[in-house]
């Protein structure tokens, strides 16, 4: 079989979410934060990276670790925690606690006019605690793949660090000589009359930012929403200030339905500017275009979301995937452009690995939204033959998944989880479906799966060329031992063609799902 490529397209034992994709001198390179497979919090790795040629997206170069958060100044620095990711509990209640600096959040990084390399991070601690709080940190190299060194905070004109509005998430780009620096983030979307005589509220934000009251209520507009600066020469301090570029209260604008909550990146396709970022959803990557990279954004629409929600009027509850945060850009590679963003793994949002899509980019400058797929990079659909592990599964549903949050969830639902180096679709129950798109079949006439039964009981996998459609063979884990993986075969009869392929599981007890097996 040729060298393929699937979703998600790193090594499967790699979780690079908040991905940035950038050409740089031939080569694709994907900088991202670096969760922990299974891991507790966000981030909880340093940073490394991932290249490819522009003529060979099948071929991901391991560059290896390009930065360490022990790097940073402010590591191991406590700051105060006001238990802000604790669900129903009142700002008055909260108790102040302390946090350290200790990961690194998703980064940027862009050449300067000088040929060197910058890299942009923030932050934080557990769960995000810090990262509202802390300057916006640069690092140096010679080379994409670094290694990188400190080079100081972005900064005042009179070298103390720029703390205007939060700063979070940096983005920048190079356009063509001036440098353009993006971040913010924007958690509450209520338009608040009584803002300054909330004391509940006012104690919530001077937690969460650890800036002061007075500071809070100094903005125009709001500490929050999506912010642009741009940068000096020296990378590091700013030459005018830092503004909004979209409105922070979107009711009434073309944001209304889809407003910034985080993850701003800013791409330039001719002359118009590509607004890239996370929305209030919180499963989708958004763009919003302008003549300007600072003013007078429109919304254009959503590019992809995780959950394929809004793709042909999909719901929000009929989403085909556990769904949350989602970070990343677009670019084009060889004259086709991408999307990439990441998925969820393990129950979490602690677990988040890269994946892209094809996109079209119109005539006219708009983006359709794109179905996320288990080909992605793929030049076509996967082989119709050959082994494949169970978790490139683009849609994974019971048919009431979760919305991700700050939080791993404890009860049960199907999910993709490791033992080991054993990687699999754990957890799954009666009803559930593990979709993947799409093969180009030939002459398939066997499909053998590995999978278990992870507790008592029995079960059985449908296998079907449509969620709704008929299955075209049964592969029946009745009388299996729980917990050891039984290999079964089924023939089928499938018209050469490019199909999607489904497995829907019935059964009494939870089941996993390791691999698949296509042959001829």
């Excluded at 990711?85 to 946090?99: D, F, G, M, P, Q």
């Excluded at 930012?209 to 809070?216: A, L």
């Excluded at 494949?388 to 993709?416: D, E, K, Q, W």
Aim: aromatic share 14%; glycine share 10%.
């Amino acid at each position: 079989m040729k060298k393929q490529v699937y979703n998600p397209y790193l090594p499967l034992s790699e979780y690079i979410p908040d991905g940035e994709p950038h050409i740089f001198d031939g080569r694709v390179y994907i900088f991202g934060s670096h969760d922990k497979e299974a891991g507790e919090t966000f981030c909880m790795l340093d940073y490394v990276t991932y290249s490819a040629p522009v003529d060979d997206l099948t071929d991901w170069r391991y560059e290896g670790v390009i930065y360490k958060a022990s790097q940073d100044p402010q590591y191991g620095t406590e700051v105060p925690w006001f238990n802000h990711v604790e669900e129903n509990v009142a700002a008055s209640a909260l108790t102040e606690k302390t946090n350290t600096l200790q990961y690194m959040y998703a980064p940027d990084v862009v050449r300067g006019n000088d040929g060197k390399y910058y890299l942009y991070y923030a932050m934080g601690g557990d769960y995000g605690v810090g990262g509202y709080t802390c300057p916006i940190s640069v690092a140096v190299a010679e080379k994409p793949v670094g290694p990188y060194e400190f080079l100081g905070f972005v900064r005042n004109p009179d070298g103390t660090p720029m703390k205007r509005y939060i700063l979070f998430d940096p983005a920048v780009i190079n356009d063509n000589g001036t440098i353009r620096l993006y971040y913010g983030t924007q958690y509450d979307y209520e338009e608040r009359d009584d803002f300054k005589d909330n004391p509940e509220y006012m104690r919530q934000e001077i937690g969460m930012f650890n800036r002061s009251e007075e500071e809070i209520l100094s903005y125009e507009d709001s500490i929050m929403g999506p912010i642009t600066v741009t940068l000096q020469d020296d990378m590091l301090t700013i030459a005018d200030e830092p503004r909004h570029i979209i409105p922070y209260r979107v009711k009434g604008t073309s944001f209304e339905e889809h407003p910034f909550f985080e993850g701003p990146s800013m791409r330039k396709i001719g002359e118009k500017y590509y607004f890239i970022y996370s929305s209030k959803q919180n499963h989708e990557l958004c763009y919003a275009t302008s003549d300007y990279p600072d003013k007078d954004f429109v919304f254009g629409g959503t590019i992809v979301s995780n959950g394929d929600v809004g793709l042909n009027g999909r719901k929000s509850e009929d989403r085909l995937n556990m769904t949350g945060t989602t970070h990343g850009s677009i670019i084009e590679i060889n004259g086709q452009w991408y999307v990439f963003y990441h998925r969820l793994t393990h129950k979490s949002d602690y677990s988040r690995q890269s994946c892209a899509e094809k996109i079209t980019v119109l005539p006219d400058g708009s983006i359709p939204q794109t179905e996320i797929t288990s080909c992605g990079l793929n030049n076509g659909p996967l082989e119709g033959r050959g082994t494949y592990p169970a978790v490139i599964c683009c849609n994974l549903t019971n048919g009431n998944m979760p919305h991700g949050s700050n939080r791993i969830y404890r009860f049960s639902f199907p999910n993709v989880t490791n033992r080991g180096d054993e990687r699999f679709v754990g957890e799954i129950c009666d009803g559930t479906l593990i979709g993947y798109k799409f093969f180009k079949m030939q002459g398939v006439r066997t499909i053998c799966i590995k999978a278990m039964l992870e507790e008592e009981g029995s079960g059985e996998f449908e296998i079907r060329l449509s969620p709704e459609g008929a299955s075209i063979g049964t592969a029946t884990l009745t009388g299996s031992v729980p917990d050891v993986w039984t290999e079964v075969s089924v023939d089928v009869t499938i018209p050469d063609g490019v199909y999607p392929l489904y497995f829907v599981y019935k059964g009494t007890g939870r089941a996993a799902l390791k691999e698949f097996t296509l042959e001829g």
